[in-house]
């Protein structure tokens, strides 16, 4: 398996992504981290860079994620907004943990906001489909198929014990 090659290859696995905890709000599309490969402040920055961007990239395919390296005296997260505006959120100092809170309170989605768009997904509905709980109890309901055996007798060259038996 030549996904699993490489440092923490755990990271490659659909359930790691889908463990993503930051899904960002919609206005967001561009979400950029800049930090340094050295100092001890920027480890927070680092950690969060290797086991959360591939997270963030997973839960919000619609957001373009950018880092930048060795570009700042400080770690810095910057959202840019739909509408022209951005956001600066500092991360000096902070672990990989109090990032991810701290950018879930900021520029993500409630649990409220996300199980009313999970609701709303379900809810949507395949005008195609039929039976018990959707619009159409019957295929037969839809216009141009056979009308129901239930209610109008097929006729015989589509009924199996006609074709079938013998003469």
Not at 89 to 118: F, P, Y
Request: charged share 25%; hydrophobic share 35%.
């Amino acid at each position: 398996m030549s996904f699993m090659k490489g440092r923490a290859p755990i990271r490659r696995t659909l359930e790691y992504l889908n463990a993503g905890r930051l899904v960002l709000k919609d206005k967001v599309k561009i979400f950029s981290v800049n930090y340094n490969t050295y100092g001890e402040h920027h480890d927070g920055a680092r950690d969060f860079v290797f086991w959360n961007i591939p997270q963030v990239q997973y839960k919000n395919p619609a957001v373009q994620v950018v880092t930048f390296k060795n570009m700042t005296p400080s770690p810095f997260v910057r959202c840019y907004f739909e509408d022209g505006r951005d956001i600066l959120i500092d991360i000096d100092s902070k672990n990989r943990h109090e990032i991810m809170d701290h950018l879930m309170k900021v520029v993500g989605k409630t649990k409220e906001q996300l199980d009313a768009e999970a609701r709303l997904a379900e809810s949507k509905d395949n005008p195609a489909n039929f039976g018990h709980g959707c619009n159409r109890h019957c295929i037969c309901e839809i216009p141009g198929q056979v009308p129901c055996p239930a209610l109008v007798k097929l006729p015989d060259h589509m009924r199996g014990k006609h074709i079938f038996a013998p003469k």
